[in-house]
């Protein structure tokens, strides 16, 4: 009885019917099992995915293991605001595609996506759309005629250990691996029962104040957005400004390494997230930096959750400043240009992680005269991102990347 | 460090090195993960795999879909205790095995498994064996040189949505679906870390208190294993005496209908489980009882949890006389012979669901001369368990089953 209340209270969230709604265990399982699903039910009509660029390691990993199986996938590209349009999930449609998925909002930048336009067309062509909600789904139901849809009760607040997979009546959808009684065969394992009456519980007390919060939110990180740049230099915000989820603000800094920047906010007393290659293990900057073409180092990502303070936004603010400006003299960032002038400027930055390429990159451009070039040697991935996003905040142009001996050459041409 | 450290109380209770054990959302997903990753690990040597006849459902399902995707599988059967033999598995070894898989004690009669020896003859063969642990981890560590282990945190007392997976070192292990960097790729999604801290933390305390409740709860057990027989008249008493969980007991009861005696017992304040066909949803008998060729009618398991108190066995020994009384006076079971004589008798059991057949032989086999036979007609899948049992407990012969219009016949020839 319990369970059967906790679907109803989920369903009515989600805008769906309790018999389409199971509870997984996690928001990770919930879109691995979704895809894995959806994609057997359509086999017979073939084995192409669509993918947008930007979503959730979950998603990319699902489609990296269809690949691997012998599927093939579509990587959807985006804006530099982070956004897909509906015409470039369109123009990847084939006759063999068993599948499209799309986030409802990205979790890095906070960029919503255009999921009802991008469902209109998916039905049209026949195609289901799986939308991973796991970032909007405590704000509201997704818009639009999607097909199943993921989420994730840690991310709405609620408790770790329970995620939602809705699957449309209608439908094909095959269930993989080891059969399992429990959850329409959707599920396998004994049900979290406190967990999950927990978790429709905290999404329907968290649905009650979303208007409201949404507001609130919405305003503090508005003065995010606008109050960075005023106040650090040398700071790109990403994400749309408009079209975005309340609680996210994500900018970066140039010439700040990711790393020692949250420490020394960490030491402030805020917890923030960094897409930054030098705060990954991977050493590669976040895919959807990458995707978005925008400036990765010193990436700071400000999740607001529901209820903060307004002074804890300002003392944030105030902080800040002084913690880039700090990590910046600690790396020798340049603050007055070289006066030497050469044609054509060689640096060696081999070996040098993010933000040091880029750093140096600036120190030297004012010593060639307008027309002339710099070649960076790098072999730190993250130069192949930060050096094109650095020309186009500063107006120089990048000309391109060859290999050199170690690593790649990436030439600037100076232009102001 | 909250997880570090959970993972190092259950490694210590397990007896294995921290890195060996992952956290997994369910004992079942341990299992499917466990049993999908020791076959992908050795699909070179071969697609063979080897389970018991009497494992849990999850082990049973991981090898319906090894065989579904193209492996064999070889279910080694048990006798009629419960118990596997070492010699039944030395048996089923081939060149090809991938995998073999033995419970530590079986879930619905508590027979505990020769898991050491088994784990020694698979190791000669360069064989790895997995364990399911889920009924006796609580317990103590399952001796022996075996090489994968699965366990589920609620069947120790400990919370939902937490399983163990184990995979010694030196294992060749793939896992299996998409790719995931948390818990060593072996169990995707978010961490579920106040229910991984609970799950360590009420092990540890289980433990602590297993050596003293397990001679107090083998002393329960024992007593409804001795006085059920005593003061229920036709009742059968499954499992291996001696080699069992302590806090499990199960029985038949000739001429009843488990569902109804387990309402009775439900309102007498008893929450039973049972086997009997009558009990589940899919109209056959549990799988386990079937493999030991025991009665399943009236089938009724007893799990007495840690600190249950001798005075509720002591009423449950006193309730359980009249409540089975009642359903089999409710059933019309025989209580004196019929009169009249012939040498051969047909009782149309057709359309009738256990336990009305054996109900309906036991009525007429005093109606035959010793050396007479019955033969009774059904369509009960039961029926093809029970009437052998019935023979088998009551000194008559069991002749055979032959197919029939409907159905099938099952010939008994009165002995006494």
Redesign the interface.
């Given at each position: 009885m319990l369970l059967d209340a906790a679907r109803e209270a989920a369903a009515e969230a989600v805008g769906c019917r309790p018999d389409e709604l199971v509870f997984t265990?996690?928001?990770?399982?919930a879109v691995?099992t979704g895809?894995?699903g959806a994609l057997a039910g359509r086999h017979r009509i073939g084995r192409h995915l669509i993918v947008s660029a930007v979503e959730h390691?979950?998603v990319l990993?699902?489609a990296?293991?269809h690949e691997a199986g012998g599927g093939s996938v579509t990587q959807v590209g985006v804006d530099r605001k982070g956004r897909v349009t509906p015409e470039s999930y369109a123009g990847a449609l084939r006759p063999d595609t068993a599948l499209a998925c799309l986030q409802s909002a990205n979790h890095e930048v906070g960029t919503v996506q255009p999921v009802a336009e991008v469902a209109a067309l998916c039905r049209d062509a026949g195609v289901p759309l799986l939308v991973d909600a796991a970032q909007s789904l405590g704000w509201g139901p997704v818009e639009g005629d999607w097909s199943v849809l993921a989420a994730?009760a840690?991310k709405w607040g609620g408790?770790?250990?329970v995620?939602l997979l809705v699957v449309r009546k209608g439908v094909r959808f095959a269930p993989q691996?080891?059969?399992?009684e429990r959850e329409s065969g959707r599920a396998?394992?004994?049900?979290?029962?406190?967990?999950i009456v927990a978790a429709a519980a905290s999404l329907r007390a968290v649905r009650a104040a979303a208007e409201q919060e949404a507001v609130l939110l919405r305003e503090l990180t508005e003065r995010i957005r606008v109050r960075v740049p005023q106040s650090v230099p040398d700071v790109e915000v990403v994400g749309d400004p408009e079209r975005r989820l309340p609680g996210i603000v994500t900018f970066s800094c140039l010439y700040v390494d990711g790393e020692t920047l949250l420490h020394e906010l960490d030491r402030e007393g805020f917890s923030v997230s960094s897409g930054s290659s030098c705060t990954s293990?991977t050493l590669t900057p976040s895919h959807v930096l990458k995707a978005m073409g925008v400036l990765s180092e010193g990436n700071v990502r400000v999740s607001l959750p529901m209820g903060t303070a307004e002074e804890d936004v300002e003392r944030f603010l105030a902080v800040l400043p002084g913690a880039v400006a700090g990590v910046r003299e600690k790396l020798g960032a340049p603050a007055v240009a070289a006066t030497v002038q050469r044609d054509v400027l060689v640096v060696d930055a081999l070996g040098k992680r993010c933000p040091i390429p880029v750093i140096e990159l600036a120190k030297v451009i004012g010593d060639v005269p307008v027309g002339g070039t710099v070649r960076v040697l790098s072999d730190d991935e993250a130069a192949r991102l930060d050096i094109p996003a650095w020309c186009e905040m500063r107006g120089q142009e990048y000309v391109g990347e060859e290999p050199a001996d170690r690593g790649s050459a990436y030439t600037v041409r100076r232009v102001s």
């Amino acid at each position: 009885m319990l369970l059967d209340a906790a679907r109803e209270a989920a369903a009515e969230a989600v805008g769906c019917r309790p018999d389409e709604l199971v509870f997984t265990s996690s928001g990770t399982r919930a879109v691995h099992t979704g895809v894995a699903g959806a994609l057997a039910g359509r086999h017979r009509i073939g084995r192409h995915l669509i993918v947008s660029a930007v979503e959730h390691s979950s998603v990319l990993h699902a489609a990296d293991a269809h690949e691997a199986g012998g599927g093939s996938v579509t990587q959807v590209g985006v804006d530099r605001k982070g956004r897909v349009t509906p015409e470039s999930y369109a123009g990847a449609l084939r006759p063999d595609t068993a599948l499209a998925c799309l986030q409802s909002a990205n979790h890095e930048v906070g960029t919503v996506q255009p999921v009802a336009e991008v469902a209109a067309l998916c039905r049209d062509a026949g195609v289901p759309l799986l939308v991973d909600a796991a970032q909007s789904l405590g704000w509201g139901p997704v818009e639009g005629d999607w097909s199943v849809l993921a989420a994730s009760a840690h991310k709405w607040g609620g408790p770790s250990g329970v995620g939602l997979l809705v699957v449309r009546k209608g439908v094909r959808f095959a269930p993989q691996g080891p059969a399992d009684e429990r959850e329409s065969g959707r599920a396998a394992g004994f049900e979290n029962l406190p967990a999950i009456v927990a978790a429709a519980a905290s999404l329907r007390a968290v649905r009650a104040a979303a208007e409201q919060e949404a507001v609130l939110l919405r305003e503090l990180t508005e003065r995010i957005r606008v109050r960075v740049p005023q106040s650090v230099p040398d700071v790109e915000v990403v994400g749309d400004p408009e079209r975005r989820l309340p609680g996210i603000v994500t900018f970066s800094c140039l010439y700040v390494d990711g790393e020692t920047l949250l420490h020394e906010l960490d030491r402030e007393g805020f917890s923030v997230s960094s897409g930054s290659s030098c705060t990954s293990s991977t050493l590669t900057p976040s895919h959807v930096l990458k995707a978005m073409g925008v400036l990765s180092e010193g990436n700071v990502r400000v999740s607001l959750p529901m209820g903060t303070a307004e002074e804890d936004v300002e003392r944030f603010l105030a902080v800040l400043p002084g913690a880039v400006a700090g990590v910046r003299e600690k790396l020798g960032a340049p603050a007055v240009a070289a006066t030497v002038q050469r044609d054509v400027l060689v640096v060696d930055a081999l070996g040098k992680r993010c933000p040091i390429p880029v750093i140096e990159l600036a120190k030297v451009i004012g010593d060639v005269p307008v027309g002339g070039t710099v070649r960076v040697l790098s072999d730190d991935e993250a130069a192949r991102l930060d050096i094109p996003a650095w020309c186009e905040m500063r107006g120089q142009e990048y000309v391109g990347e060859e290999p050199a001996d170690r690593g790649s050459a990436y030439t600037v041409r100076r232009v102001s």
